[in-house]
């Protein structure tokens, strides 16, 4: 039998991990390109380039023509852009707390919340409109096709991880 207070800390502490294991995955998959793509294992990637690589493997999953490419080309690209962008954002606000946290200054970790719970709303708002120019040019078959090949390639990087990390 669980207490109030355990409850309540089980809830928030769910909350915080919905929040954050998107977080350290995105995170997390940066070094696995970083080791195929640069000499130095430290080196950060060129996100241009892991755009590209991303854009490559969806069209070699999906086999889309020709047009269709061409004009979902420039949507994929800005839909990555934000969201790296947004990614950056976030990534940087957690990097102060962590320096914070080590210098054992205080942490507004309300602040941290809303700004951490801001971006995934502004995410889900960036994939809404690349979601609605997508259904514009793409068959509701094509579409779900074009995620599932999304999904594969960040599935493929995770897993690329665990195995580098000698986890299975």
Do not use: C
């Amino acid at each position: 039998m669980t207490n109030h207070k355990t409850k309540h800390l089980s809830k928030s502490t769910l909350t915080m991990k919905q929040i954050i294991i998107p977080i350290l995955f995105m995170l997390a998959a940066l070094p696995t390109f970083a080791e195929e793509n640069t000499s130095s294992p430290h080196k950060r990637p060129d996100i241009n380039e892991m755009h590209e690589r991303k854009w490559r493997f969806i069209l070699e999953e999906t086999h889309l023509n020709e047009e269709k490419a061409r004009k979902i080309k420039p949507l994929f690209m800005e839909f990555e852009k934000s969201s790296w962008q947004l990614h950056e954002k976030v990534r940087s606000q957690f990097k102060e707390v962590h320096l914070k946290m080590a210098k054992k200054e205080p942490v507004d970790y309300d602040k941290l919340n809303d700004s951490a719970v801001g971006a995934e709303i502004e995410q889900a708002g960036l994939l809404e409109k690349y979601h609605t120019a997508l259904k514009l040019i793409l068959s509701p078959e094509e579409l779900f096709g074009f995620y599932r090949a999304e999904h594969k390639f960040k599935k493929i990087l995770l897993q690329n991880i665990s195995k580098r990390k000698g986890r299975m």
